[in-house]
């Protein structure tokens, strides 16, 4: 039972020793200056009555919202998938109490730390390993919708680049061990997460489908919440979903480069918009505040809260391990 705990300890808290000083510096203050000053400069272009004049489409509004359980139902998918053991409603009660934590954590140790504080201690070990890949596997989606987008746009060194990222990665995640992954593998950082069972490569296929399918409900959410709230409304439909379509990949490609989740990327998420999507006017830089906002709510606040919900519930459940007595 302790070595299970110490196991579990190791892996989620690894110690990199690095001074409290420069981790705060780097992990909050300076992605959150940044994140203000870019808000700031963009914030100075809106006239203070566009804020009480929004436009919305409450029909698209609706159905941005009604496909966040879409969104995390392919994450909910994901989990069962790497954690077969184990019920779909449990599964559900670990991400989306993940989700809560990740408001709040930086590196997704937020979203790591309560999905593995919310499964079952023999579990731990090998949460660790499914949490790894599920997150890799999203993030290749990230990189790579990022590098065709930036092809597209004509932006040709920085999408090959991440090309050459995405391939690399993708060659790390079914199985490729170059001598520098060999030894990072030996470091301290890793923990115990080696002694869980490999994860075999049809599962890890299965997932990384499932993330590519997510990754398309969250760009149809990007476009559709743009949209709700008349973002380049003047503009010909053609140019409007092409700068859209091309700017969400953009946009969750700067997120992802954040180091930290103020609040589940509060302010980080619209300030990559701003820089990612055309804004010609005052009112088309507020419709992309409000949209980036709308989908903080749907996609995170509100998961968060479902979280909170059924995380509580099981503690109260006489299932829960200390009703009993173990």
Not at 38 to 59: D, G, H, K, T
Not at 219 to 241: C, D, G, M, P
Not at 291 to 305: C, E, F
Request: net charge positive; charged share 15%.
């Amino acid at each position: 039972m302790h070595r299970t705990t110490d196991n579990s300890a190791a892996t989620t808290g690894a110690n990199l020793n690095v001074p409290r000083r420069i981790g705060w510096t780097f992990g909050l203050v300076l992605p959150l200056a940044i994140t203000v000053v870019i808000l700031v400069q963009q914030l100075q272009r809106v006239p203070f009555e566009n804020w009480w004049s929004w436009a919305i489409q409450w029909e698209l509004l609706a159905l941005v919202f009604l496909l966040s359980p879409v969104n995390w139902g392919f994450e909910i998918l994901k989990w069962a998938e790497l954690l077969p053991c184990g019920s779909i409603a449990r599964r559900k009660r670990e991400v989306f109490y993940g989700v809560a934590w990740s408001m709040i954590g930086p590196l997704k140790m937020g979203a790591i730390v309560g999905r593995v504080s919310a499964t079952r201690k023999n579990e731990r070990n090998q949460c660790v390993r499914a949490f790894a890949t599920a997150s890799a596997a999203q993030w290749w989606c990230t990189v790579t919708g990022a590098a065709l987008a930036l092809l597209f746009i004509g932006m040709f060194k920085t999408g090959f680049t991440l090309v050459v990222i995405s391939i690399a990665s993708f060659s790390l995640y079914f199985g490729w061990s170059p001598k520098f992954w060999k030894s990072l593998m030996k470091i301290r950082v890793t923990g115990d997460w080696r002694l869980a069972r490999r994860i075999p490569k049809t599962r890890r296929k299965t997932v990384l489908q499932l993330s590519v399918g997510r990754y398309m409900v969250m760009i149809a959410q990007f476009v559709l919440v743009l949209n709700a709230f008349h973002h380049q409304e003047s503009t010909a439909w053609f140019k409007r979903y092409f700068d859209q379509i091309f700017g969400g990949p953009i946009t969750w490609g700067l997120t992802s480069l954040a180091p930290t989740s103020i609040f589940g990327e509060l302010g980080l998420r619209e300030a990559a918009a701003l820089i990612a999507l055309p804004a010609p006017t005052p009112k088309d830089t507020a419709a992309i505040i409000g949209a980036m906002l709308s989908l903080w709510v749907a996609n995170l606040l509100l998961p968060a809260l479902y979280g909170l919900h059924l995380q509580s519930q099981y503690r109260n459940s006489p299932r829960h391990p200390s009703k009993l007595h173990r």
